[in-house]
């Protein structure tokens, strides 16, 4: 079993930044992606940011694509979302996500497809005020 727990979380004014954590335990850290995604109030889930671990490819959502930055750290078997230039919009919780099966397609549908992914943290709150 996979536990995913995100950190970093907080409030920021607008233009600050700030540093999500997610650190997976619980099984060997060589899945095939690991998601951002967010969800602010009476809104939808969306996706934020992925990496791919083969290749280390990555894909942004355009609403945060050069501010906010996915990276990892295999040792720790954590991997990090940097935000940057932070905006009143971008309050949500913030979720990290796992996706441990191998997909064949074009990477960013299957990266941004939160159906893809099979286990989920418990969520980190952003809060930007302007």
């Known amino acids: 079993q996979v536990q995913l727990v995100e950190s970093g979380g907080g409030l920021v004014q607008a233009g600050g930044s700030l540093r999500l954590s997610c650190a997976a335990s619980?099984?060997?850290?060589?899945?095939?992606?690991m998601g951002w995604f967010r969800q602010a109030p009476g809104k939808e889930r969306e996706f934020v940011a992925a990496?791919?671990?083969?290749?280390?490819?990555?894909y942004y959502a355009n609403s945060v694509k050069g501010r906010f930055t996915i990276s990892r750290d295999n040792a720790k078997n954590t991997v990090y979302l940097q935000m940057n230039s932070l905006k009143p919009e971008d309050t949500a919780v913030y979720y990290c996500?796992?996706?441990?099966?191998?997909?064949?397609?074009?990477?960013?549908?299957?990266?941004?497809?939160?159906?893809?992914?099979?286990?989920w943290g418990q969520g980190t709150q952003v809060t930007v005020s302007s």
């Open positions: 990496m791919r671990w083969s290749g280390g490819y990555t």
């Open positions: 996500a796992l996706d441990t099966t191998p997909r064949v397609g074009l990477w960013s549908v299957l990266l941004a497809t939160s159906l893809n992914y099979d286990y």
């Open positions: 619980g099984r060997t850290f060589s899945s095939y992606a």
